[in-house]
């Protein structure tokens, strides 16, 4: 007794093999665009984080008199942070003897300036 042969073939067709690779690959185009986004908004926020820490130093150091030109109403950071500058506007206040200062550390083109800005009450 012979056994007979089934004719059925168990792989993939070329179209559905196609299928699967487009798939793929618009996923992966996908996911290419979602990690250099990633990478841009991670960036951004270094520099936001840096700009912080900057003006909390530029701040502390108006506001215990050891800035270097406390008469001084814009400037840059020292190396490393040669990027950023740093604008201060001093505003009296109702309060007698007491001043507001705005710190804003900027950095960017000069087009697309992109900034934080301190506010502190100091006593003048």
């Known amino acids: 007794m012979s056994k007979g042969r089934s ?6 067709t070329l179209l559905e093999i196609m299928i699967a690779l ?3 690959g618009i996923t ?3 996911m290419l665009g979602l990690a250099q ?3 841009l908004v991670n960036s951004r926020l270094q ?3 840096r700009a912080t820490l900057l003006a909390k130093q530029k701040m502390a150091e ?3 008199g050891i800035s270097s030109g406390l008469d001084q109403h814009k400037g840059e950071f020292a190396e ?6 740093w604008r201060r506007i001093t505003t009296p206040t109702p309060i007698t003897g007491i001043a507001q ?4 550390v900027i950095w960017g083109d000069e087009q697309e300036n992109e900034l934080v800005t301190l506010t502190s009450f100091i006593k003048e």
């Open 62 to 64: 108006i506001e215990h």
């Open 80 to 85: 490393p942070n040669q990027d950023f500058r």
């Open 101 to 104: 200062i705005d710190l804003s």
């Open 22 to 24: 487009s798939i793929v």
């Open 28 to 30: 992966m185009v996908v």
């Open 37 to 39: 986004r990633s990478i």
């Open 7 to 12: 004719s059925t073939n168990s792989g993939f």
């Open 47 to 49: 520099q936001m984080t």
